[in-house]
């Protein structure tokens, strides 16, 4: 009759435990702690694009608000130059209020140009960055990433945040 316990071996026993902790502190100190450590990086990057990318949500807001205030602004004195413009006469106040109105449109365009170019300048900055982080972590974790791959996942995310 076999007897299970009497074949143990207590030798093969404690040298298959030497062995697997062995093994797991070297697997933790040259595998897992520096792939953490990469993704550690990798998330503190991301975290920065993010509130990059708040910070400039923030200053477009600000652009919006301040592009309000000069169009309340100018639409003010537009009501003044027309109060002035009855009394004087019909004719100059129509002309004044053509031109105050044209005044507007041109700043508000302005506006809009330069907050969508500092949007698109800051959009751009912010997907360099995200291709050469996700470059890097593709070439420390696979060796090699392929740059269209990574542009494309880099812009769809871009797509899905923006």
Known sequence: MLDPIGQLNLYVILA??????????????WLFTPYIAVLDER???LDAGRERLAQAEEIRQQAVWDVASIEAGARAKAEAVEHEAL???????KRTMD??????????????????????????RV???????????CNRLLGQGDPLIVESAVDRAIDRLG
């Open 99 to 124: 031109e105050a109105i044209r005044d507007v449109d041109g700043l508000l365009a302005q506006g809009r140009a330069e907050i969508a170019e500092a949007r698109g300048h800051e959009t751009e």
């Open 16 to 29: 298959t435990m030497v062995i697997t902790t062995l093994l797991y502190f070297a697997l933790r100190r």
């Open 43 to 45: 998330q503190t990057r």
């Open 127 to 137: 997907r360099s960055e995200a291709i050469t982080c996700v470059t890097v972590a």
């Open 87 to 93: 009394e004087a006469s019909e004719a100059y106040r």
